[in-house]
């Protein structure tokens, strides 16, 4: 079992930069491959990003290629998502979840976070 609690959403104006964080209980987090996702208002889940258990594998959604990178520290149990250059299209719920491989599809992640807000503002 697996919980996942994030942190570091907020309001950022466009152009600006956040870092958000997704602490895991367990010891066991270093086994598992962690994900980012986000979902906007009248919108579906999409991918953000993701990382192998050793940090050796990154897999990136479109949308985060050049701008977000997916980090991790097994020492604390914690991964996370580093935000460049955001854009009001960026705003959603962002939700971190655990899987026992680097995948996009959201179906595949066994426990997931309750999800942080993110606000972008033009």
């Known amino acids: 079992q697996v919980q996942l609690v994030e942190s570091g959403g907020g309001l950022v104006q466009a152009g600006g930069s956040l870092r958000l964080s997704c602490a895991a209980s367990?010891?066991?987090?270093?086994?598992?491959?962690m994900g980012w996702f986000r979902q906007a208002p009248g919108k579906e889940r999409e991918f953000v990003a993701a990382?192998?258990?050793?940090?050796?594998?990154?897999s990136y959604g479109d949308s985060a290629k050049g701008r977000f990178t997916i980090s991790r520290d097994n020492a604390k149990n914690t991964v996370y998502l580093q935000m460049n250059s955001l854009k009001v299209e960026d705003t959603a719920v962002y939700y971190c979840?655990?899987?026992?491989?680097?995948?996009?599809?959201?179906?595949?992640?066994?426990?997931w976070g309750q999800g942080t807000q993110v606000t972008v503002s033009s």
């Open positions: 367990g010891r066991t987090f270093s086994s598992y491959a």
């Open positions: 979840a655990a899987s026992s491989r680097v995948t996009a599809t959201a179906g595949q992640y066994n426990y």
């Open positions: 990382i192998g258990w050793s940090g050796g594998v990154r």
